[in-house]
């Protein structure tokens, strides 16, 4: 234990401080206990067992972290591979949930190869990084889109294809309400911001009897029900073209989106290697416990700030995701409005801060990325127009030779991904 966490249990400021980015990881990223039943619910899921699927993958997420990787991340479900599980595998492509359980549990194997192998090299030297940090931005913008939707803020237009909600709703009023305090919060650099927006919101929802026209069963009795959840792939339609077309999407999503984040937050590197495995490990567990794929929590960054270094940070999120099971029946009065992704989306979109906007070679791939996933509502379409459209301006500008000759093949799999995918 003493040789695991790099000696930081000899110091007892040391350890005091990674337990404090412990808790601090812990409440920046617990909003996703509730926030990802309701995604799932839109897939078909049963959000009063979703919800134990959640919390058991993230403990088991963070003990992995703990105790192979030794790193300061935080696995759970993430945002953003859940709105591509809901709705594009299944409300788009209309596979069932255990079809998609099944899709995430096949796309975790061979993330899992990819990160045991050498591709995980080949791989992250043929994707640029401005597609890189589009798909992290253009999930970022997804959902906005999803939260101010279900924060009944906009609807569909009568005149134009979207428009804003109505402002005298009182759902509509909560939700600018809790977006303003999640906000004030979060500036300020309150511990557990998003958290805390989440309580107080749902408090005056309380007061003033706002509620949800269906709201959620969360009970702890429920967990005797959760086994229903348990082992549920269902592989009757691997053959097919949207069976094939969604593990190959989704496989490009978590190698991506982990690779960049964990880039991009891991203070100490030499851990990438082990935190790149053990998260692609937690992927395929994920799906077997009935739930959607975990990836490495952005919000892992607020424990880092916090002197988060080794893995006891993980190991205190995982005894607080444990501790969470106790307040299920408390999480039913949350309303939706409550728990808008907007503020975590908009923090997404701060990736295209390291895009080269002067090379436009870069930048239109990358821009059809953001643009395409949540115009088209499918991350899968938008992930095909920019990767497909890299190559091509490469070729268009005479720079084809500073390719590798991966993103060529990338390129032809995404462009047969749109071709299929206009065949169904």
Same mark, same amino acid.
């Given at each position: 234990?003493?040789?695991?966490?790099?000696?930081?249990?000899?110091?007892?400021?040391l350890?005091?401080?990674?337990?404090?980015?412990?808790?601090?990881?812990?409440?920046?990223?617990?909003?996703?206990?509730?926030?990802?039943?309701?995604?799932?619910?839109?897939?078909?899921?049963?959000?009063?067992?979703?919800?134990?699927?959640?919390?058991?993958?993230?403990?088991?997420?963070?003990?992995?972290?703990?105790?192979?990787?030794?790193?300061p991340?935080?696995?759970?479900?993430?945002?953003?591979?859940n709105?591509?599980?809901?709705?594009?595998?299944?409300?788009?492509?209309?596979?069932?949930?255990?079809?998609?359980?099944?899709?995430?549990?096949?796309?975790?194997?061979?993330?899992?190869?990819?990160?045991c192998?050498?591709?995980?090299?080949?791989?992250?030297?043929a994707?640029?990084?401005?597609?890189?940090?589009?798909?992290?931005?253009?999930?970022?913008?997804?959902?906005?889109?999803?939260?101010?939707?279900?924060?009944?803020l906009?609807?569909?237009?009568?005149?134009?294809?979207?428009?804003?909600?109505?402002?005298?709703?009182?759902?509509?009023l909560?939700?600018?309400?809790?977006?303003?305090?999640?906000?004030?919060?979060?500036?300020?650099?309150?511990?557990?911001?998003?958290?805390?927006?989440?309580?107080?919101?749902?408090?005056?929802?309380?007061?003033? /009897? !706002?509620?949800?026209? %269906?709201?959620?069963? @969360?009970?702890? *009795?429920?967990? #005797?029900?959760? +086994?229903? $959840?348990?082992?549920?792939?269902?592989?009757?339609?691997?053959?097919?073209?949207?069976?094939?077309?969604?593990?190959?999407?989704?496989?490009?999503?978590?190698?991506?989106?982990?690779?960049?984040?964990?880039?991009?937050?891991?203070?100490?590197?030499s851990?990438?290697?082990?935190?790149?495995?053990?998260?692609?490990?937690?992927?395929?567990?994920?799906?077997?416990?009935?739930?959607?794929?975990?990836?490495?929590?952005?919000?892992?960054a607020?424990?880092?700030?916090?002197g988060?270094?080794? /893995? !006891?940070?993980?190991? %205190?999120?995982?005894? @607080?995701?444990? *501790?969470?099971? #106790?307040?299920? +029946?408390? $999480?039913?009065?949350?309303?939706?409005?409550?728990?808008?992704?907007?503020?975590?989306?908009?923090?997404?979109?701060?990736?295209?801060?390291?895009?080269?906007?002067?090379?436009?070679?870069?930048?239109?791939?990358?821009?059809?990325?953001?643009?395409?996933?949540p115009?088209?509502?499918?991350?899968?379409?938008?992930?095909?127009?920019?990767?497909?459209?890299?190559?091509?301006?490469?070729?268009?500008?005479?720079?084809?030779?500073?390719?590798?000759?991966?993103?060529?093949?990338?390129?032809f799999?995404?462009?047969?991904?749109?071709?299929?995918?206009?065949?169904?």
């Open positions: 234990m003493q040789a695991l966490f790099g000696g930081v249990l000899k110091d007892r400021r350890w005091q401080k990674e337990i404090l980015a412990g808790i601090t990881a812990f409440f920046a990223i617990s909003y996703i206990i509730v926030v990802n039943p309701i995604i799932l619910a839109d897939a078909g899921i049963p959000a009063e067992l979703s919800v134990f699927a959640t919390i058991f993958s993230s403990i088991i997420g963070c003990l992995i972290m703990a105790f192979v990787a030794d790193a991340i935080v696995l759970t479900p993430g945002m953003g591979i709105a591509f599980f809901t709705y594009t595998v299944c409300v788009q492509m209309g596979l069932a949930w255990q079809e998609a359980i099944a899709i995430s549990l096949v796309s975790g194997l061979i993330f899992a190869y990819v990160a192998t050498k591709w995980r090299e080949r791989i992250a030297h994707v640029p990084n401005s597609l890189k940090c589009a798909i992290t931005a253009g999930i970022g913008l997804f959902l906005v889109e999803i939260g101010l939707e279900k924060a009944q906009i609807r569909s237009g009568a005149n134009s294809i979207i428009e804003l909600g109505s402002l005298t709703n009182p759902m509509s909560l939700a600018l309400f809790g977006l303003v305090l999640s906000l004030a919060l979060y500036l300020r650099g309150v511990t557990g911001s998003f958290f805390l927006a989440i309580l107080v919101t749902t408090g005056v929802a309380q007061v003033f /009897g !706002l509620k949800d026209p %269906t709201p959620l069963d @969360l009970d702890f *009795a429920h967990i #005797f029900d959760y +086994p229903q $959840l348990l082992l549920q792939a269902d592989f009757h339609n691997v053959l097919s073209i949207p069976f094939l077309l969604s593990v190959f999407s989704m496989s490009m999503i978590m190698i991506f989106e982990t690779m960049g984040l964990l880039e991009g937050i891991l203070p100490d590197r851990k990438f290697s082990r935190t790149f495995r053990g998260s692609a490990v937690t992927t395929i567990l994920s799906s077997l416990l009935g739930t959607s794929p975990t990836v490495a929590a952005a919000e892992s607020a424990g880092i700030a916090s988060g270094r080794t /893995g !006891l940070m993980a190991l %205190t999120a995982a005894v @607080l995701f444990l *501790a969470s099971l #106790f307040f299920i +029946p408390l $999480l039913s009065y949350v309303p939706q409005a409550a728990i808008a992704p907007v503020i975590m989306g908009a923090m997404m979109m701060q990736q295209l801060q390291h895009m080269d906007f002067k090379d436009f070679s870069e930048w239109f791939p990358a821009f059809l990325v953001v643009v395409l996933i115009l088209s509502g499918s991350i899968s379409t938008g992930l095909a127009f920019g990767f497909t459209a890299y190559p091509l301006l490469k070729l268009m500008n005479g720079r084809s030779r500073e390719l590798h000759a991966l993103s060529y093949g990338l390129g799999l995404f462009l047969m991904n749109l071709v299929f995918q206009a065949s169904f």
